[in-house]
């Protein structure tokens, strides 16, 4: 579920000052966008226009909350030889597919994280998946004002996560969030085979329960040396992941984490008990 959270901070000498951040997870019940970028195999750019989200083989589900994400098959036609091979029947394009998100105005000016969670990814090989925030600069034919720094890999499982600073999204520029998928136009006969990659919200937050009873939670945090867990149950095992959801350190039964030798940043740690598992979230320095 999409969530925006603000935190206000107290006042000081007098002067409140707040601190706002917008802390956004992929939602299927989110205003997705479509647009698709077309280019020739040998890299260059043919045309790039609105699609209907749908058309791109994009699905969100309301019901499971979740994004799901394929290769195109809209413009995969045998007799068409712009869009297919004639002597291979394969395409004969490659599809940059955008499905994003534009919050508008009320996103400029303030710190923004996009985040979820892979929950499967079986695409085949030959297709790339991206996230990104983009801040797109109207007075610039549209150019990314982030020059795509914001744009990232998608990991094939775990969390993801992707933040740009109030400074880096001022008044002015198209914010925009979300996935491209891209790869050549695809055959619909092989849509099964080609796989798909189904994303849905993050990680919960430090100290939010996850179907488990009682207090549970990760201090110091942040920490640099040792992480202790906090519980009433009985820790089995655990595994730090990064915020990208690589896996960097695991370990059996103890209350007591060496983070020392882990890089600063964040991360989350997932416990299990004989009860069930619990994600929380902690920063390292």
Do not use: C
Not at 5 to 32: E, H, K, R, Y
Not at 195 to 200: A, F, P
């Amino acid at each position: 579920m999409k969530t925006i959270i603000t935190s206000i901070a107290l006042s000081l000498l007098s002067l409140p000052m707040i601190f706002a951040q917008n802390n956004i997870q992929v939602s299927g019940s989110d205003s997705w966008i479509g647009y698709m970028n077309v280019f020739n195999f040998s890299g260059g750019y043919e045309f790039g226009s609105g699609w209907e989200v749908s058309a791109l083989k994009s699905t969100p589900s309301v019901g499971s909350n979740t994004l799901t994400l394929q290769p195109n098959f809209n413009t995969y036609n045998a007799n068409d030889p712009f869009w297919t091979n004639p002597n291979t029947g394969a395409g004969n394009k490659n599809m940059e597919a955008l499905t994003f998100v534009e919050p508008g105005a009320a996103f400029n000016g303030v710190d923004l994280t996009f985040s979820g969670i892979v929950q499967t990814y079986t695409l085949d090989s030959a297709y790339t998946v991206k996230f990104f925030i983009k801040a797109l600069d109207p007075a610039n034919d549209y150019a990314d004002a982030l020059a795509g720094a914001k744009v990232m890999d998608l990991p094939t499982s775990g969390a993801f996560s992707v933040s740009a600073t109030a400074a880096e999204l001022p008044a002015g520029l198209l914010i925009q969030y979300g996935f491209s998928v891209t790869g050549v136009n695809a055959n619909p006969a092989n849509e099964a085979a080609l796989g798909s990659v189904t994303i849905g919200a993050g990680p919960v937050a430090v100290n939010e329960l996850n179907e488990l009873p009682g207090k549970i939670s990760v201090y110091p945090n942040p920490t640099a040396n040792t992480l202790s867990i906090r519980s009433e149950y009985q820790v089995q095992a655990y595994q730090i992941s990064t915020s990208l959801g690589q896996p960097v350190l695991s370990g059996k039964a103890t209350n007591d984490v060496d983070v020392s030798s882990l890089a600063a940043g964040t991360y989350f740690i997932t416990v299990k008990f004989e009860e069930g598992e619990k994600i929380m979230k902690f920063i390292k320095h």
